[in-house]
């Protein structure tokens, strides 16, 4: 005996069977064609894998910073604090 659950995902799958492909227009077929492999820079060709790679290089890289400051930044906020603790501590004894 199966359960709703089985029957509700058996009927989900065979849902997809009568589905039909898409026809790539040749509009979109043409554009992804000219996409170059690779890019010219003073005539010397670098691939396309090469300038995605130091794309995402400098994505790391800026990521990397941001997060590192926002660390010190809260970091010498909770020094300046224990800075101004100790040296305002006479006011407590004095009380």
Not at 5 to 15: G, P
Not at 66 to 84: G, M
């Amino acid at each position: 005996m199966e359960t709703k659950k089985e029957i509700w995902i058996a009927q989900t799958l065979s849902s997809v069977d009568d589905l039909k492909h898409v026809a790539i227009s040749s509009n979109l077929n043409r554009r992804l064609a000219d996409i170059p492999q690779e890019y010219s820079l003073m005539n010397q060709r670098i691939p396309s894998k090469a300038v995605w790679l130091a794309a995402a290089s400098i994505a790391l890289l800026l990521t990397v910073n941001v997060l590192s400051v926002r660390r010190v930044k809260k970091q010498s906020n909770t020094q300046e604090t224990s800075i101004y603790s100790d040296y305002f501590s006479y006011i407590e004894i004095l009380e």
